[in-house]
Structure formats: structure tokens, C-alpha cells
């Protein structure tokens, strides 16, 4: 049996008599892409979700896109997340479905890594080597429901409130597993995340996996939502090209209508080798920008397989679809040329 030792309340593993743990929900710490509600972080009113599929409805509640930020000279961040039962897949690591991230400014600075023994979630606690101010960025897990993230600090530190994003209103990412972040090997790793860092804007991950399928009740969601730019990636999820037709030029003009001048970037599937199949949807998703374009559309970007995989070619996926950190890595660069061209 593992020694629990109580902290004015917070129940961890963490034996040091100087820390003083805090619950992240509350001021100075500042949540980004998802919202606490009903004992849990969710990424959509559950209504909402719930009213899209089912995969939706159990998905919203994974944490994906999560971020706290704040800022602290103490000389350790602990954390102890009370979590739902882990995701243990082969082709993805525990360290990407439920682990923590943590960033100093951009830079990477620890994972706090799950257990393979984890249950209901875990604790952890990174050491830094002095005692300054230092801003911090905590990355949530990309697919495991998560109740409760206390952060654990130095008693007498300081503890206030991070700066806020360069682009304060939102991106918003619609799309597959792909966009929920499967299968980076850490939260960090997807390509969000890495474009998040380098252009310093907040984002909501409406990734599904499996459940993004263009549906009215998602694109009506979405078209109300305050952003600044949109990204539409939803080819995997769909069942068959018939699907991708009716479905995707139709979203696409619905969100455009709403958001007559934001950029919204329309991406392929990031696969370098194609199928017949997979040259069909290019084609439709393509079909879709082109069409915005000889409409007069000046805000419309379109990413290819080709650009998508530039980086990695045929070696950026675990499994011939999922993305490694390779992949994402080659994502992430394929769209940074074009967010370096928004005036955000």
C-alpha cells in the first residue's frame, strides 16, 4: 500500500512538507479550451454533445486542447489529478492519452507521466533547479475524463495570474481522432499545441474521434462560436465519400455565412500514399475550397495530403493513419505557413 498523506485536504502520494496544493479552477489560474462542469472538463455543454452522437456526447468530456496557465517562482510544480479510468490502447502511448504536459513560456519543461498501475488518476511533481518567476503553461491529457487537476507549490510562493494569449479569440479545429490528438506520444506533441505555442493563440479542440461526421447539430454549434479563425478537418470520420459530399461544402458555408470574414483552412487527410478512396475525398474537400474561391472567397486556404506530409512523407503515422510526433511535426509546419500569412 502506497502512503497517502493528506494536504488540507488534497489525499496524494507527494511527501513534502512545504507544499501547499490549490485547485485550478480557481483565480490566478486561468483554463483554456475546455470548462469544469458537473465534475469534470468538458470540451461542449453536454446538451450539446449529447444532441450530436454518441461518440460526440462521451468524447466532449475528454479533455483535448485543455490548457491552465499561470505564473510562480516556486522550485517544484506538483500536480494530483483525480481522474476516470485510463485508455490503454496498443498503438498509443499512456503518456499522450493521459498524461500532463508541462511548458516554461514555449519552451518544454516535464510530463507528468501516468502509472501503467494508474486507476483514477495519479500524482506527480517536477523539480526546477532555482527558485524565479516563471510562466507556466499545463497541457491536458488529449483522451482521459479528468474530474480534478489541485497544482502543488511552494509554501509563500508567488502565484499569479499568466499573461494572456497574443490572439485571444479562439481558433477553433473541427475534425477526427487525428485532431483530438491521437496518437502523439504527449499532449504537447499535437499539432494544435505546437501551433498554439509558436503564434501564441487560444484554440478549442473539437476533435472526435470517430464522431465527426459534419452533422447539422455540430455545424450549427460551431457557427455561433466567437473565433478567430476555423479549421475544417473531418474527412477520416466520414463513413464514405457520399457522406463527404453532402456534408462538407454544406458546413463549410454555414460557418462561412455566420463568419463572413474570419480565415477558415480546409485540410486533407495528412497522408502521404494515397488510395483510390482517399483521392476521392481529396477531391471533395479540394472541390469545396475551389468552389469558395471562384465565389470570391478572399479568406479561404486549402492544405494538401502532399504539404500535410512534406516533412515526414511516409513515416509520420503509428499505424498508416494516426500521426506520430513525426507526423505532427510535418502537420504543424504545413499550416504555419499559413497562420504566418493571418493578420489574427
Known amino acids: 500500500m502506497e502512503n497517502r498523506i493528506s494536504h488540507e485536504g488534497v489525499i496524494t502520494n507527494i511527501d513534502k512538507e512545504n507544499i501547499v496544493f490549490y485547485d485550478s ?3 490566478p489560474f486561468k483554463t483554456y479550451g475546455v470548462f469544469w462542469k458537473d465534475g ?7 446538451s450539446v454533445a449529447d444532441s450530436v452522437n454518441d461518440m460526440v456526447g462521451r468524447l466532449s468530456e475528454r479533455p483535448s486542447g485543455g490548457r491552465v496557465c499561470f505564473v510562480t ?4 510544480i506538483a500536480i494530483s489529478a483525480k481522474m476516470g479510468p485510463p485508455i490503454k490502447t496498443s498503438h498509443f502511448t499512456l503518456a499522450g492519452t493521459s498524461g500532463f504536459d508541462m511548458y516554461v513560456g514555449a519552451e518544454y519543461a516535464h510530463t507528468f507521466m501516468p502509472p501503467q498501475s494508474m486507476e483514477n488518476g ?3 511533481i517536477a523539480e526546477f533547479p532555482d527558485k524565479k518567476i516563471r510562466e507556466i503553461t499545463l497541457n491536458f491529457p488529449l483522451y482521459a475524463e479528468t474530474h480534478m487537476v489541485y497544482i502543488g507549490l511552494e509554501k509563500g510562493s508567488v502565484l499569479k495570474e499568466a499573461s494572456p494569449y497574443k490572439i485571444e479569440k479562439p481558433v477553433v479545429f473541427y475534425g477526427s481522432s487525428i485532431t483530438m490528438g491521437g496518437c502523439a506520444s504527449r499532449a504537447g506533441n499535437c499539432y494544435e499545441n505546437i501551433l498554439s505555442r509558436k503564434f501564441s493563440f487560444d484554440y478549442i479542440n473539437l476533435g472526435f474521434s470517430g464522431g465527426a461526421l459534419g452533422e447539422d447539430e455540430m455545424t450549427d454549434y460551431i457557427k455561433y462560436l466567437d473565433m478567430s479563425a476555423f479549421v475544417l478537418d473531418y474527412d477520416h470520420n466520414a ?4 457522406v463527404l459530399i453532402r456534408t462538407h461544402e454544406r458546413m463549410f458555408k454555414a460557418i462561412r455565412k455566420e463568419h463572413p470574414d474570419i480565415p477558415i483552412i480546409i485540410m486533407a487527410r495528412p497522408q502521404y500514399n494515397l488510395t483510390e478512396d482517399d483521392v476521392k475525398r481529396c477531391e471533395v474537400t479540394s472541390a469545396t475550397y475551389k468552389n469558395a474561391i471562384a465565389a470570391g472567397d478572399k479568406n479561404v486556404f486549402y492544405v494538401s495530403h502532399r504539404e500535410l506530409t512534406q516533412l515526414c512523407k511516409g513515416e509520420g503515422t503509428v499505424d498508416g493513419v494516426h500521426p506520430n510526433d ?3 511535426a510535418s502537420m504543424a509546419m504545413a ?4 497562420f504566418e500569412k493571418l493578420d489574427l
Do not use: Q
Not at 517562482?73 to 517544484?76: A, G, M, P
Not at 499550416?335 to 499559413?338: D, F, G, Q, T
Open 40 to 46: 469534470k472538463y468538458r470540451r461542449m455543454p453536454r
Open 335 to 338: 499550416l504555419s505557413k499559413i
Open 122 to 124: 495519479y500524482d506527480g
Open 25 to 27: 479552477i480557481e483565480a
Open 73 to 76: 517562482d516556486s522550485r517544484f
Open 239 to 242: 463513413p464514405e465519400v457520399d
Open 326 to 328: 513525426f507526423g505532427f
